[in-house]
Every structure is written in structure tokens, then in C-alpha cells.
């Protein structure tokens, strides 16, 4: 059974940083793209950042880009989110999912499998 599990998510003030995790078990993701989206009350789940199978490429929604870093370690079958200067819109349950079909990195529906999300919550 595949499984996901986010966690690293909390209560920050605005500036500080977060580094959530996203640990795969049940296989390995290490040949998939996986992404990190995000989904605040009221609203439509939203693209983060993902990452290519090597760790080659990466991809950041604009709202994000210079302040998040996505990498992963494919040894610990593991993708990570660094989160600085976060602001009050980043509060959000954060969500990990496996990119497992062709399409927009950018788009939730080629991803496949995800986690039961962390709440991020930054106070203004």
C-alpha cells in the first residue's frame, strides 16, 4: 500500500521559515516527479512546487518563487519544501503528491497519490 506522510508543518510568525517533509512508503517515488500543493480554507487546492525525477528541475508557482526551495533524496525516498520569509497567505494545509502521469507540472490532476497534508499557519 502506498503511503505519504507530510509533516514539519506549525505556527510561525511572518518572516520565519518552515521545512516541511514528504516521506513515500509502500515503493519508491525515485523515478517520479513529485509536487508540493496547497489548499487554504475556502479556496481551490493551488500549485506550489514540484520537482523532475532527478532533482534536476524544479518548478514554483509565482507567488512562492526565491522565498520556497523543493529537493528531494530519492536514498530516503523523501521531498522536502524549505519555507522562508513566509507570509499570512502561505497559511495553508500543505499537501505532497506523486506527478505519475503526463501533463502540467503545474496542473493537480497528473498526480496521483497524496498525503493527509500539514497545516502551515503564519501569523501576521
Known amino acids: 500500500q502506498v503511503q505519504l506522510v507530510e509533516s514539519g508543518g506549525g505556527l510561525v510568525q511572518t518572516g520565519g521559515s518552515l521545512r516541511l517533509s514528504c516521506a513515500a512508503a509502500?515503493?519508491?517515488?525515485?523515478?517520479?516527479?513529485m509536487g508540493w500543493f496547497r489548499q487554504a480554507p475556502g479556496k481551490e487546492r493551488e500549485f506550489v512546487a514540484a520537482?523532475?525525477?532527478?532533482?534536476?528541475?524544479?518548478y514554483y508557482a509565482e507567488s512562492v518563487r526565491g522565498r520556497f526551495t523543493i529537493s528531494r533524496d530519492n536514498a530516503k525516498n523523501t521531498v522536502y519544501l524549505q519555507m522562508n520569509s513566509l507570509k499570512p497567505e502561505d497559511t495553508a494545509v500543505y499537501y505532497c503528491?506523486?506527478?505519475?502521469?503526463?501533463?502540467?507540472?503545474?496542473?493537480?490532476?497528473?498526480?496521483?497519490?497524496w498525503g493527509q497534508g500539514t497545516q502551515v499557519t503564519v501569523s501576521s
Open positions: 520537482i523532475s525525477w532527478s532533482g534536476d528541475n524544479t
Open positions: 509502500g515503493r519508491t517515488f525515485s523515478g517520479y516527479a
Open positions: 503528491g506523486v506527478k505519475v502521469h503526463s501533463g502540467s507540472y503545474y496542473d493537480d490532476a497528473p498526480y496521483l497519490y
